[in-house]
């Protein structure tokens, strides 16, 4: 026994054989959604289920509510009312369609007194009470929408009722008294203020005629008898003004180019920057002759001397054209001058002529003062009466004109399906919920899911290897429905191969020298007696004379799965000595043996503890190639530990995704390494159609692509 645990260390530093296992993974350079479909369909009954709860709450949901039917009707706003008015009045404003106007309209249709209007028209209100009335128009307004389509014009109106042709009946009518809402509303403001304007402009008219007669009189008595309403005089005066005005801006602008001229030729310039020699053609031709001369002098220079005939001639023509340029600009500062003089001379006759003027005005200022008051009034009658006048004539053209300021482009149909409920919209959101509760539970679910599903699981939240993994019978099998039977009904199946799997594991783990084998688990069914059997069955098929012992006293699950019968020689008898083992009634034809518990009240756990098993072991030994131990679980028996030290090589079985990791830690802690060779753990009760939905480094991932291999 001691010699087979420790071959578990024969792996050396220094030793040339490396394991695949040692290198770490080199990151993919890929997008790997493997593990995201494994979720899913591992939990997809689960999504699927809680997919179909939202649904069904969902349509339960949609019966159990009223059907409200909705009909919808669209109007187009325009401005044709304004437009006939805009041609009969030229001081009307036309409507501009805006956003504005359409929001103002909106308020209409949805007001208390549209709603009166529908109810009235319809015979809603009628026999109701004042409270009901009430109710009736609140419902009216509540249940009637308006809506925008996109950035025109239109405006659709909407109206939700029980009934189906009652919502179609509501909202035409509501369309047609919001047609007729601006034509009404027009005609009784024209009338009335065709009234008030009727009535005003009699008065208006004597007292136009009164101030005018009274202007008139006034002229004649004051001689005052120009047709624009002031005397001649006054007229003359006002011409003379814009004269000396003139005049006065003409002699200021002339005085200042004058004094603008002086002002730079007395700070040193030769007159070239005047503005008047620069605006002069003259000078301006000058320049360009001063241009082309001292480009020729300068082209000379370069190539001639100072003293060279052809540079001098260019030399005195350069000369000539400054001096006339000189010449020129000396003419225009005289003319400047010469014009200051004259505009001068001019303002001073006009400003004569204006003072004469103004000594007859002052002779007739007292009539003027009159006259000007007398003319306001006439014209202030006037303006008033005409205003009047105008609008009048507007009222009357405008009367049996007036148009509506929208226009029908629908009328409602009677809607033949409900609005609401909406059966396949609350369908799909019911979909859309479900599937994400459904995906929250499986992420719930798997959050918090505490089992072991892969060997890559066990490694890494045990730190002890994964050996084998035992199919779920029903998994891989319809016609075994037996465990103890389904390895000689089918020996090649899955389900033996896997038990061949598990011994060739522990071989390799101890170099074949491990001849017990005790198994053993964290709680409970968890199928470590299932293993014990099967393994002990595969073994013998394989022609290693095999003794398989039940030591679980509690369970006595081996006695039990194999029907063991009562009074049938158990461990117990032999332990104690009242049944002595006798290894001749074990000839070599039986290589499948086995050492049941026999029923009884006592459970004397101290023979398997002691001694007395160990000296059995040891007899068995000599006689058995393989002896199978099923323990007892490791956490509810403390004599599991002491047994577990006894066998050469120990299996530790786990319930696929059902047994807690933390409980199989915490059963590992208790097994020693010092004194338990414990070779791995055995993956129990694997349902290998489910298994293809995990991770795809384990081999039973590939399980569908190599199981007609077994056929």
Known sequence: MNEARNLMNIDAPGSAIARYDEYPPVAADRMDLSESVSFFRRHLRLIIAVTLLVVAAGLALSFLLGSTYRAVSTVMITNDAA????????????????????????????????????????????????????????ELQENVSVGRAGESFALSIAFEAEGARESADIVNEFTRQFVNWELSTEQQ??????????????ELRDQAQADTQALQRYRIANNLLSTSGASLTEQEISTYNQAVTTARAEAAEDQARLRTAQAQLRSGSIGDDVGEALGSPVVSSLRSQEALAAAEVADLSAKYGPNHPQLIRAQSQLDEVRQRIEAEIVRVISNLEARQAVSAQRLASLNNSLSGARQKLSQNNDAMVGLSELERAAEASQEIYQTYLNRFKELIAAEGSETPNARVLTYAETPIFPYSPNIPLNVALSIVIGLGLGVLAAYIRESLFQGLSTPDDVERETGVPCIASIP???????????????????????FAESFRSLGASIDLATHGKAKIIAVTSALPNEGKTVVSCCLA???????????????????????????MQEGQKGLIDVLDGSAPLDLADYDDENVFCVLPLSPRREEPEHLLRGEEFVELLEKLSGHFDRIILDLPPVLPIAATRILASRADAVVFASRWRSTSKVAVKAALRRLPPEHVNLVGVALTAVDMKRRSFLDPNDPY????QYESYYA
């Open 83 to 138: 437009i006939v008015t805009q041609s009969t009045a030229a001081t009307a404003p036309q409507t501009v369609l805006s956003s504005e106007l359409l929001e103002t309209q909106v308020e209409i249709i949805q007001s208390r007194e549209m709603a009166q209007l529908v109810a009235t028209s319809l015979g809603l209100d009628s026999g109701l009470a004042s409270e009901d009335r009430r109710e009736l128009i609140d």
């Open 189 to 202: 403001r024209n009338a009335g203020a065709r009234e008030i304007v009727e009535q005003r402009l009699a």
């Open 472 to 494: 779920l019978l029903s998994s891989v099998s319809s016609e075994s429905d037996h465990p103890a039977t389904a390895i000689q009904d089918a020996p090649k199946s899955p």
């Open 701 to 704: 991932f590939y399980y569908s």
């Open 537 to 563: 069955s595969v073994l013998a098929a394989g022609g290693q004379r095999t003794m398989l012992i039940d030591c679980d006293l509690r369970r006595q699950g081996i006695s039990r799965l194999l029907n």
